[in-house]
């Protein structure tokens, strides 16, 4: 199918919340002040596992300028992101399972009343054995019990099996087993979480300002915590500071803020400290895992096996999700006709862990695209000569029933390869100095909703009339990936007028129609479907108008450039200001509604027994796909890694903005390569986190910034709105493999565990140092 | 104890009520309510609560108010022009997509103020050393060095300050 002639998407246009922005007036949820409005402080745990058996904050209470304090018994109610495994409580009850984990909270008139109030509660612990490795958390379970309704300590584990894979492998002529093991890092935004809650007593309504990435799972949360119904709260994003997942639920602050709130009748506002973001984290879960892969003689993939065992930290969150992600991401970007996944989610007494950007894909990326690096040498061919053989077309259907409409990966492969010169470089450079080529897929949204519903997952209303000009209303939340600019661009495109004259209403569950969250990458896909379907309405009953304006028949009517015109005369014209005009003085304002619900697959019959495993988790209506290509210098002295130079390719399908994808690229290549290289929160044996800081939590700061040459593949998606896909997630899945076949290529040396540390490579070429001594000494 | 100070704001003049200890940053933000400057760590690693004292960047987190007085303070807020036009830097920052979730743009915009103020030509070395100290999550720094570097040219060949 061909492109359309778009004029709205596909520009490169600044977005539409920069001004206020550079201006330093973008209101976020901390610059806001309320009258009467009291600051709310948490008492955190010292201790990551221990019985609470007294809190006394009489004392507390006595200070001047306290209003009041809660406890977990203020707000028991169980909450979570994944309803079937809600395990999670607004202030620890009757146990604290992490060393962080909140315990009281106070409302004072300042923060350092509150802060000074902090001191006064005296807390009694009666400490609990601490397990922080999840293997040592299954062994010890008997003895050591982190939640009453988890004996093994495990939140849940899984098994998928398609195909014959001990048959497939028995046939394949390489097989290669390797395990690897990924670090616990942090999303690192740069606005600590805060919340302002603001309950109205006579009415009993609700008033949430909150740094979400998820207004509509918020506001189901506070709906259960609080025991109120949702209609009776509202929440509002602000500007949104950063997100990558670790806002993509309710927070702590959220429920202390509303409920001080509703206990004392006036705005109670909670901001953390960075060292509170580290403690409740909600970062990538570390990954323990075991692949194998095999292949036939000509170098296709037979067969998968896959074991992961995740260190999930105290509560659940996202767990299941990630858990089972993991498990679907083996499945793409290559054909693969076998496989077999066996994964566990295990808690331990560590900060939760969560949802981060690419959730679920980094792990298993990392693994797989190491590992065919290596096959690649066991057969004796180039890894993209390998990639590309395997390497999944438009039409695919996996074994596990996921479904590519559309892929331009084999096109990012040879565009990274060609404009690197990998082939040219790749096992040819000197010792310390390589390169290395890594893929990667992510998906464009969800299938299904965290709970048990079939309502569409997002809403669009688009008003049209002569005072507001055009509004497009959506409860989506624009965290800084710039979804409010995207969506006036699309909108534009379909009503036939300029980007620049589209208000958007976006983060707040009352002005905006409903809208699941910023997640999954699913907005500009979801949005798209829900704007034309809006937008054709609205279409429909201004031509309807302009027909009599201009003398033809409204389905000859054309709209573009603010016009509309007989697509078989186009001098019969008029301008679209002045059919809104006549159609808002004859009928009034102008809504159009659209919705989008995910594709269901066909094959997938629920009611008939062919289920899905997994949980259907891993479907999406299309794919971002991409590859990367990192060169590094390796400091033999030093054992540091410079990266001299990344090239990426990606399929996002039809650009929207090109330049706000190139921003989401760049962004992903330098928030993964932290993971790689630099990044991992470490904890004492007690527990406690002895880095929960910008200081001492080293991400990459410009310092580190290498040469980036990205390209966006063409693209089109003839399945999906404007053609697009998605490109906030997908390219931060080949970065970790890239850079660590790089250091491959480079000194010799396949690293299995993250960060790639200079203490790592020194005591690895040390290693091979003595290896070989000892190979030539023989 | 609180005392009254002067501090010297964006050109203008403030007498506020400080305690000893009270951070430039707090002063800032709640009782000048100029919230553009953000708090992003409170410990002085992130570089989101810059500002110029005298023209030279300063985490104001770690900055005790009562040590400014008699000092220029400059604020993301005293960049635009009385006109309401953007700074040079602004206006490059919108144009090349420098920015994202926005959180740290106002001090990493006053570190390159800074930066650009002693040279207008910086190399692309000179820029990355510049803003070293601001922590910035979602562009990857890439889009911010281009800003500042045509921010650069702008400011030279127009004489803007």
């Known amino acids: 199918m061909n492109k359309p002639n778009y004029t709205q998407v596909g520009r490169s246009v600044p977005r539409i919340d920069g001004p206020l922005k550079v201006k330093g007036e973008a209101i976020y949820t901390d610059d806001m002040v309320l009258p009467r409005m009291a600051y709310g402080k948490i008492k955190r745990s010292p201790y990551a596992h221990a019985i609470i058996k007294k809190i006394d904050y009489s004392k507390a209470l006595e200070l001047p300028g306290v209003i009041a304090v809660i406890t977990g018994e203020d707000g028991p109610n169980k909450w979570g992101i994944v309803p079937q495994t809600a395990n999670e409580v607004a202030l620890a009850v009757g146990k604290v399972r992490f060393w962080g984990e909140g315990v009281a909270a106070v409302a004072a008139i300042d923060e350092e009343t509150a802060e000074a109030a902090l001191d006064l509660i005296e807390v009694e612990y009666e400490p609990l054995p601490v397990l922080l490795d999840p ?83 918020l506001h189901r949360q506070l709906s259960i915590v609080l025991e109120m119904p949702m209609n009776k709260i509202r929440v ?40 509170e973001v580290f403690a409740t984290n909600k970062g990538r879960h570390p990954c323990h895992m075991k692949m194998k892969i095999g292949l036939d003689q000509d170098g296709y993939i037979q ?93 695919y259907l996996s074994v596990s029933n996921l479904h590519v409409p559309h892929t331009e990966y084999k096109k990012c492969l040879q565009t990274a390869v060609e404009k690197s010169g990998y082939l040219e470089k790749h096992g040819k450079l000197p010792f310390g100095k390589g390169i290395g080529l890594a893929g990667g897929y992510y998906i464009s949204g969800t299938a299904y909703t965290l709970y048990q519903a079939y309502k569409p997952h997002t809403t669009v ?297 200079p203490e790592k490579v020194l005591r690895a070429l040390k290693e091979k140092q003595a290896l070989n001594s000892e190979c030539s000494g023989s | 104890m609180k005392q009254l100070i002067t501090l010297e704001i964006n050109n203008r003049v403030y007498e506020i009520p400080v305690d000893p200890k009270d951070l430039l940053v707090d002063v800032v933000r709640k009782k000048v309510a100029l919230t553009g400057t953000k708090k992003g760590c409170g410990q002085g690693d992130c570089g989101a609560c810059t500002v110029l004292i005298d023209g030279e960047p300063v985490l104001s987190c770690i900055t005790l108010a009562i040590a400014c007085q008699g000092k220029k303070i400059t604020t993301i807020e005293g960049l635009v022009a009385e006109d309401g036009k953007l700074h040079p830097i602004q206006q490059s920052f919108v144009d090349h997509g420098a920015v994202q979730c926005g959180f740290c743009t106002p001090g990493m915009i006053l570190s390159s103020k800074s930066l650009l103020d002693k040279n207008s030509r910086p190399s692309e070395e000179e820029i990355k050393r510049g803003i070293a100290g601001n922590i910035c999550r979602c562009t990857g720094y890439k889009r911010i060095v281009a800003a500042i570097s045509a921010a650069g040219e702008t400011i030279s060949s127009e004489g803007v300050k």
């Not at chain 1, 993509?248 to 959220?254: C, F, L, N, V």
Request: aromatic share 8%.
């Open chain 1, 236 to 275: 509002t994003l602000p500007a949104i500071g950063g997100a990558f997942g670790g806002k993509g639920e309710a927070s702590p602050a959220d429920f202390c803020a509303a409920l001080l709130s509703r206990k004392i009748g006036r705005p109670v506002k909670v901001t953390y400290e960075r060292s």
């Open chain 1, 135 to 217: 293997q040592e958390s299954m062994q010890r379970a008997n003895e050591v019990r982190i939640h009453e309704d988890a004996p093994e300590n495990i939140l849940h584990a899984g098994e998928q099996l398609f195909g014959d894979p001990d048959k497939a492998f028995a046939e394949c002529t390489y097989v290669l087993e390797k395990e690897f093991h990924t670090s616990y890092v942090n999303h690192a935004f740069l606005e600590p979480h805060t919340a302002l809650a603001s309950f109205d007593t006579p009415s009993g309504q609700l008033q949430m300002w909150s740094s979400t990435q998820v207004p509509h799972y």
């Open chain 1, 303 to 395: 067969a998968i096996d896959f074991d992961n065992t995740l260190d999930g930290g105290a509560y659940a969150g996202w767990g299941i999700v990630v858990m089972f992600y993991t498990a679907s991401m083996i499945h793409l970007p290559y054909k693969v006709p076998n496989a077999r996944a066996r994964v566990r989610r295990v808690y331990t007494n560590k900060p939760t862990c969560g949802a981060m950007r690419g959730l679920g894909g980094v792990q298993p990326r990392y693994a797989m695209e190491c590992m065919l690096d290596e096959m690649a040498e066991m057969v004796g061919i180039s890894p993209y000569e390998l990639k590309m053989k395997n390497a999944v077309e438009s039409g």
């Open chain 1, 461 to 757: 209303l688009i008003r049209v009339d002569t005072e507001g000009g055009v509004t497009v209303h959506c409860a989506a939340a624009d965290i800084g990936q710039g979804c409010n600019t995207v969506m006036a661009q699309m909108a534009a495109e379909e009503l036939g007028i300029r980007y620049e004259d589209v208000h958007v209403v976006s983060g707040d569950t009352e002005t905006g129609t409903f809208d699941l969250g910023s997640f999954a990458s699913r907005l500009t896909y979801a949005s798209g479907v829900a704007i034309k379907d809006a937008a054709a309405q609205i279409n429909q009953k201004l031509k309807e108008v302009a027909a009599g304006m201009v003398g033809c028949r409204a389905d000859q009517l054309e709209i573009k450039d603010g016009r509309f015109y007989s697509k078989f005369e186009p001098k019969k014209a008029i301008e679209w200001e002045k059919v809104v005009d006549v159609y808002t003085n004859a009928v009034g304002t102008l809504v159009g509604i659209g919705h989008f619900s995910p594709p269901r697959l066909k094959g997938i019959d629920l009611t008939r027994g062919k289920r899905v495993q997994g949980a259907n988790i891993g479907h999406s209506p299309t794919f971002g796909f991409s590859c990367q290509i990192w060169e590094v210098d390796v400091d033999l002295e030093t054992g540091k890694i410079r990266v001299a130079k990344v090239t990426e390719a990606g399929d996002c399908g039809q650009a929207v903005n090109p330049m706000s994808v190139d921003g989401q690229v760049e962004g992903s290549i330098m928030f993964a390569m932290g993971q790689a290289l630099y990044e991992e929160m470490r904890l004492d044996a007690e527990g406690k986190m002895i880095n929960a800081s910008l200081h001492d939590y080293k991400v990459p700061t410009a310092m580190e910034l290498p040469e980036i040459d990205t390209t966006i593949v063409d693209s089109y998606d003839p399945t999906a709105p404007f053609g697009v896909k998605e490109s906030g997630e997908g390219p931060v899945q080949p970065t970790i493999p890239a850079i660590t076949n790089a250091v491959y290529d480079a000194i010799g040396v396949r690293f299995t565990d993250l960060p790639i540390t």
